[in-house]
């Protein structure tokens, strides 16, 4: 009782701060178009950067939140290694800075894009990411890659194919953050993917390798979810994986050129095909999803892929299933936030002796192991 009452105050104090917070970023919102024209220069850091930034215990979140809400690149670059810190006061301060910017009222598309290495992932956001740029969108380049802490991030290594739009205005690109654990980053991640949309970027796209879990992850942080294939064989259909096929929006087999086209066409029509068979899904409309073939090397079928993922969001925010798709999607980090922070303090602190002593119960045969579950719980509620 005397928690809640604590955290209900909390909880009004953090409402007042976000009302002033809203007030202010409905206005900056407004001269959005204001803020294209004073864009600055890219700022891509590979760098892990105290996210003090140098100003250490002193910073200023609110400040912080402010410059993110004007569009500047240091202030992002510094708040998204703010939200990958997994130091305690850091994570304060990272629930701090999300929770003033939740205000901002603003709004990017999320485009989460997979495929396996090779499939040119990097030659496409870099040839779709200027595409967008000419059409006047802002776009921000976030990675998500569990093996990032063996490459050393996907993006860094791959900046020399996009060379162009690392140095484009109105562009940013962010490399994956080094840790090691995949829930870890898609975690941070997705608080990232929430920063860049504060700073007023109108396209955030979320790159992810195909491995495993990481494309479910990215799928949950996204409005629309890219899979990218490469030219095959009928008999490698079989190889992309049916998960994989249920999460898709669009699938785009690359590579749609040279001598490739042919075969590209063939699997196009091939996905097309599989995709047919799949359980109709109520969040799409007609026709979807579809798959299309594109060259990202010759910068061939953006504009028609492009105008699919307009036609797409544009129904289902018309239909509401953007809006909802976006309330489960928080209700899945809210869960995924709280079983993680869960399960630390298993592994941390006075309950990590509490679950050995509790254990050796049991091994002893002191105690039932459900009474002694039981009871390790009641401790955690203490
Ligand atoms: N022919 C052709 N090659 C491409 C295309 N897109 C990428 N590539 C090539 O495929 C290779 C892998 O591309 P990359 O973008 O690094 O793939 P990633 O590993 O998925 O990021 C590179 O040699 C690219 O030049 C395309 O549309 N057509
Ligand atoms: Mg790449």
Not at 207 to 228: P, R, W
Not at 293 to 315: K, N
Request: hydrophobic share 40%; with cysteine; net charge positive.
């Amino acid at each position: 009782m005397d928690g809640q009452g604590r955290g209900h105050g909390r909880f009004i104090r953090h409402r007042r701060a976000i009302g002033q917070c809203s007030g202010g970023g409905a206005v900056a919102a407004r001269g959005g178009s204001g803020w294209t024209s004073a864009r600055g220069p890219v700022h891509v850091s590979g760098r892990q950067e105290m996210a003090g930034g140098g100003t250490g215990r002193d910073m200023n979140i609110t400040e912080l939140s402010e410059r993110i809400t004007r569009g500047d690149r240091r202030a992002l670059s510094r708040g998204i290694t703010l939200v990958e810190s997994s130091r305690d006061d850091h994570r304060a301060q990272a629930a701090e800075l999300l929770d003033l910017l939740r205000g901002s009222g603003r709004e990017a598309l999320r485009i989460g894009l997979s495929g396996t290495p090779g499939v040119g992932k990097s030659t496409f956001i870099e040839g779709f990411g200027m595409y967008l740029l000419d059409q006047g969108k802002s776009v921000a380049v976030l990675a998500v890659d569990p093996s990032s802490a063996r490459s050393g991030g996907s993006i860094l290594g791959d900046k020399t194919r996009m060379e162009r739009l690392s140095r484009a205005k109105g562009a940013f690109i962010r490399p994956s953050p080094s840790q090691s654990q995949l829930g870890g980053v898609a975690r941070r991640s997705r608080e990232a993917v929430a920063l860049c949309e504060a700073a007023g970027f109108d396209v955030v796209l979320i790159e992810t390798v195909g491995v495993g879990q990481s494309e479910t992850m990215v799928a949950e942080m996204a409005d629309l979810f890219l899979l990218l294939l490469a030219p095959a064989g009928g008999d490698e259909l079989q190889g992309v994986k049916r998960g994989i096929m249920e999460i898709a929006d669009l699938i785009l087999v690359n590579k749609a050129d040279g001598d490739l086209k042919s075969t590209a066409m063939r699997t196009c029509a091939d996905y097309a095909g599989a995709l047919r068979l799949l359980r109709k899904r109520a969040q799409d409309p007609e026709g979807f999803p579809k798959a299309m073939t594109v060259s990202a090397l010759e910068l061939a079928g953006f504009s028609e892929a492009w105008g699919e993922m307009c036609a797409l969001t544009q129904w289902r925010r018309e239909t509401g299933h953007f809006a909802a798709r976006r309330a489960e999607q928080a209700r899945y980090w809210f869960g995924e936030e709280v079983r993680h922070a869960l399960l630390a303090q298993l592994q941390n602190g006075p309950a990590r002796q509490d679950m050995a002593e509790l254990a050796e119960a049991v091994a002893a045969g002191d105690m039932a192991v459900s009474a002694a579950a039981r009871e390790m719980l009641s401790r955690l509620g203490r």
